[in-house]
Each structure stands twice: as structure tokens, then as C-alpha cells.
């Protein structure tokens, strides 16, 4: 499955991170796929609308109210949709901060706990990057990209679920 040792060595890490991040800070992580959920129901939810909506101006006379009607909905869906992906990005903010936190002073003790003759043998520039670089690389991956990808995942079975329940020959022609 994997290319090398270190590969899997890699994405244990990353889900060992991950799961101890939904851990310590349950409320936090919670909220956060919260929004990624939300956002994916809406990604999800604006081509059926858009489906209906054609078809009922095509069956329908009053088509001018209609389409007043198509364009402030979706307007409003739009700005909820605005609104959602805000709070989810302040909610990240806020877990990050915790998040982050932990980490640092998960590095700072480990610095702690090394030898100094070993701590001066690293360059000022190394231990600075991964003080500050790696640790919000940690951060990205575990707060940001996995809730993204676990949302990703949710819109495609919502997708083929749709999409199977419209025409179950083209669905499984996509699969």
C-alpha cells in the first residue's frame, strides 16, 4: 500500500495527531466538522434546488416571479453558505489556538528533556522552523485538510446516493 516504511509511519502519525486533537479538545473539533458537514450539505443541496428550480419555470407560467423568486433563494443560500464557511474558519481559529498551544509545549518539553549538547548541535534555523513552521503544518493537516477530506468523502456518497436513487444504470456507470 505504501511506497515505503516511512510512508505509514507518517500517516499513523498524522491520524495519531488527529484523533488526539478530537480528544483533547472535543467541543472545539466537534464544531469545526460541524461547519464541514453543514458545507457539504450545502454543496450537495444547491444542484438539487437548481434541478427543481428549472423545472418548475419550465412548468409554469409566471416565469418573471419565478425567477425573482430562483435569484433571491439562492441568493440567501449563497449568504448562508458565506456565513457557514466564516464561522467554521473562526472556529478553526479558535481551535487552532488550543491546538497549537499543546503543541508547542509539546515541542518546548521535548526540548526540555534533551540534552543540551544535543539541542546546540541543531542550527538556531532548525529548531525555529519546526517550532513555527511545522508545528502549523501539524495544524493545517489535522484541523483543516482531514475535516475537508471526511466532508469531500460525505458529499460523493451523498452524491452517488442521489444520483443512484435519479438513475440507478448512469450511477453505476460513473462507479
Same mark, same amino acid.
Given at each position: 500500500?505504501?511506497?515505503?516504511?516511512?510512508?505509514?509511519?507518517?500517516?499513523?502519525?498524522?491520524?495519531?495527531?488527529?484523533?488526539?486533537? %478530537?480528544?483533547?479538545?472535543?467541543?472545539?473539533? /466537534? +464544531?469545526?466538522?460541524?461547519?464541514? $458537514?453543514?458545507?457539504?450539505? =450545502?454543496?450537495? @443541496?444547491?444542484?438539487?434546488?437548481?434541478?427543481?428550480?428549472?423545472?418548475? %419555470?419550465?412548468?409554469?407560467?409566471?416565469?418573471? /416571479? +419565478?425567477?425573482?423568486?430562483?435569484? $433571491?433563494?439562492?441568493?440567501? =443560500?449563497?449568504? @448562508?453558505?458565506?456565513?457557514?464557511?466564516?464561522?467554521?474558519?473562526?472556529?478553526?481559529?479558535?481551535?487552532?489556538?488550543?491546538?497549537?498551544?499543546?503543541?508547542?509545549?509539546?515541542?518546548?518539553?521535548?526540548?526540555?528533556?534533551?540534552?543540551?549538547?544535543?539541542?546546540?548541535?541543531?542550527?538556531?534555523?532548525?529548531?525555529?522552523?519546526?517550532?513555527?513552521?511545522?508545528?502549523?503544518?501539524?495544524?493545517?493537516?489535522?484541523?483543516?485538510?482531514?475535516?475537508?477530506?471526511?466532508?469531500?468523502?460525505?458529499?460523493?456518497?451523498?452524491?452517488?446516493?442521489?444520483?443512484?436513487?435519479?438513475?440507478?444504470?448512469?450511477?453505476?456507470?460513473?462507479?
Amino acid at each position: 500500500m505504501f511506497r515505503d516504511e516511512r510512508e505509514g509511519e507518517i500517516l499513523n502519525k498524522i491520524l495519531s495527531n488527529f484523533f488526539k486533537a %478530537i480528544k483533547e479538545h472535543k467541543k472545539d473539533s /466537534l +464544531l469545526s466538522f460541524l461547519f464541514v $458537514v453543514l458545507l457539504s450539505i =450545502l454543496s450537495i @443541496i444547491v444542484p438539487i434546488l437548481i434541478k427543481f428550480y428549472l423545472e418548475w %419555470i419550465i412548468n409554469d407560467d409566471s416565469q418573471l /416571479l +419565478l425567477i425573482v423568486i430562483g435569484i $433571491v433563494g439562492f441568493a440567501c =443560500l449563497l449568504l @448562508i453558505k458565506t456565513f457557514i464557511n466564516t464561522f467554521w474558519y473562526l472556529s478553526l481559529d479558535n481551535f487552532g489556538g488550543k491546538y497549537i498551544t499543546d503543541l508547542s509545549l509539546e515541542c518546548q518539553n521535548a526540548l526540555n528533556d534533551t540534552y543540551m549538547s544535543e539541542v546546540e548541535k541543531l542550527s538556531t534555523n532548525v529548531i525555529k522552523h519546526t517550532l513555527y513552521y511545522d508545528i502549523l503544518e501539524v495544524f493545517r493537516v489535522v484541523a483543516h485538510h482531514i475535516p475537508s477530506i471526511i466532508g469531500s468523502i460525505i458529499v460523493i456518497i451523498l452524491s452517488f446516493t442521489l444520483a443512484f436513487y435519479y438513475n440507478p444504470v448512469v450511477s453505476l456507470l460513473i462507479l
